[in-house]
Nanobody, 126 residues
């Protein structure tokens, strides 16, 4: 299990950029598949991006592909989400999720994750 703390959210105009960070505690971080998710009011928590242990494999939802980039630094126990060309429909609470994985693979669905941060609000104005 890891404890996760997100940061970097805020208010940005459409077309702008934000970089989210997720700091993890625990020595097992390098064996955890990690992901970013978002939840708008009244909607389910949706998968946004995932990354494997080593960072060599990533996967994105169609809604963010080409605009967002997930990365990780295992030495710093941190995963990042660089968000460019933001749109008003990207407005949501963004969550970091993690799960120990026996293989160096991306976990591409929300239901596969067991550990969660508290979330950080991202608001994109038009």
């Amino acid at each position: 299990q890891v404890q996760l703390v997100e940061s970097g959210g805020g208010l940005v105009q459409a077309g702008g950029s934000l970089r989210l960070s997720c700091a993890a505690s625990g020595r097992a971080f390098s064996t955890f598949a990690m992901g970013w998710f978002r939840q708008a009011p009244g909607k389910e928590r949706d998968f946004v991006a995932g990354i494997s242990w080593s960072g060599a494999t990533t996967y994105y939802s169609d809604a963010v592909k080409g605009r967002f980039t997930i990365s990780r630094d295992n030495a710093k126990n941190t995963v990042y989400l660089q968000m460019n060309s933001l749109k008003p429909e990207d407005t949501a609470v963004y969550y970091c999720g993690g799960r120990w994985s026996p293989t160096n693979a991306v976990l591409p669905t929300t239901a596969q994750y067991t550990d969660w941060g508290q979330g950080t609000q991202v608001t994109v104005s038009s």
